[in-house]
């Protein structure tokens, strides 16, 4: 439709100009015939002329107001691609919002869970101290057990007391003692070395 609207309006922007032509050339070829012709065929001729111009100047009003009625059909898609874009805009924009709202509670939760697990494996690193402690006191005391304690059932105070057994203790116990916290000592020192080589392995990947 625009594109017949151009071109009409292209053919009637100058049509005076060309009806002037348009006379001109027929005015040579009608003068010399006009002495020949009779009156009333000169009147129909310009009738004729005349409604021809008229209807040139009507098609030219109407596609100057087709024309217009485009220009404004053209402003009217305009406000709508508009509107219709900020309404785009403020869905996104709302669903943008969400989207952060669902990762500030999944970053809380990450949190949380970073939280629990640093708990969690700080509680190991305690009862791996303990049993670090304790595999190596076990260790040497099952080794002594059977010298270092014993009950003793012909001791004094098992005579004059209610008591029918006394607990003597080895005097040499410091030997188990020692080795006890020696061992200890060698083992925390190995698992100490051991997670010192393990995180620079880490960063070695990590760089």
């Known amino acids: 439709m625009g594109l017949h609207l151009g071109y009409l309006a292209a053919s009637t922007m100058n049509w005076r100009t060309y009806i002037t032509f348009v006379s001109e050339q027929l005015k040579e070829c009608t003068v010399a015939k006009m002495d020949g012709l009779p009156l009333q065929v000169q009147l129909d001729l310009d009738l004729e002329i005349r409604n021809i111009a008229g209807?040139?100047?009507s098609c030219r009003q109407i596609v100057k107001k087709q024309l217009e009625l485009s220009s404004d059909l053209g402003i009217l898609y305009d406000d709508i691609l508009k509107s219709q874009g900020q309404e785009l805009l403020h869905?996104?924009?709302l669903k943008l919002a969400?989207?952060?709202?669902?990762?500030?509670?999944e970053t809380k939760a990450m949190v949380s869970i970073a939280d629990k697990t640093y708990q969690d494996s700080r509680t190991t690193r305690i009862m791996t101290v303990i049993a670090l402690i304790y595999l190596p006191a076990n260790l040497v005391l099952s080794f002594f057990s059977t010298?270092?304690?014993w009950f003793d059932p012909k001791s004094e105070i098992g005579y004059h007391s209610e008591n029918k057994f006394a607990m003597r203790v080895h005097p040499e116990i410091w030997v188990a003692v020692v080795t006890t916290v020696i061992l200890a000592t060698c083992t925390l020192s190995v698992s100490w070395w051991w997670q010192r080589r393990e995180k620079r392995i880490e960063l070695n990947n990590f760089c």
């Open 98 to 105: 969400e989207i952060a709202g669902q990762d500030s509670t």
């Open 55 to 57: 209807e040139l100047t």
């Open 91 to 93: 869905s996104n924009g």
């Open 147 to 149: 010298t270092l304690v």
